[in-house]
């Protein structure tokens, strides 16, 4: 019984979290990266979130990264729109809210990194 108890511990242990999250411009902490309110924090979530689809020949049909920064570098704005998180494509998918299909297609994302991604949009979208 005992030996039983400890395995389940750790397989809940394992797999759990840790997320830290602060006022608004908080970094935010989850596992061992820290996702600060600026392009390269949100650059890094793609790549714990999004990556696995959305990156150079990934299953996704583009990588991510590369068009997003197509947009902020004077493209036309449609997966993030600077100063508008609720027209970003991107916001969308990843809150269920639009036409495209929820992202990551195994759920929404915890409430908490959403809303990291939304202030970096509304402030911008600073690179």
Same mark, same amino acid.
């Given at each position: ?5 400890? &395995? ?14 602060? $006022? =608004?411009?908080?970094? &935010? ?7 600060? %309110? ?21 299953? #996704? #049909?583009?990588?991510? +990264? ?8 004077? #493209?036309? !704005? ?6 508008? =998180? %609720?027209? %970003? =494509? ?10 495209? %299909?929820?992202?990551? !297609? ?5 409430? $908490?990194?959403?809303? +990291? ?6 402030? #911008? =979208?600073?690179?």
């Amino acid at each position: 019984m005992r030996v039983r108890a400890f &395995i389940v511990a750790c397989f809940v242990l394992t797999s759990c979290d840790d997320h830290i999250i602060g $006022e =608004a411009g908080a970094e &935010i902490v989850s596992g061992e990266n820290v996702y600060d %309110s600026n392009w390269a924090g949100v650059e890094l979530l793609f790549v714990d979130y999004c990556d696995v689809c959305h990156s150079d020949g990934g299953s #996704g #049909g583009f990588d991510l +990264h590369t068009t997003i920064a197509a947009e902020l570098n004077g #493209g036309d !704005p449609y997966y993030v729109v600077p100063g508008d =998180a %609720s027209g %970003s =494509a991107v916001w969308q998918a990843m809150t269920g809210t639009g036409a495209l %299909s929820t992202m990551p !297609p195994t759920g929404v994302l915890e409430t $908490e990194l959403i809303a +990291h991604v939304e202030e970096w949009i509304n402030d #911008g =979208a600073p690179q």
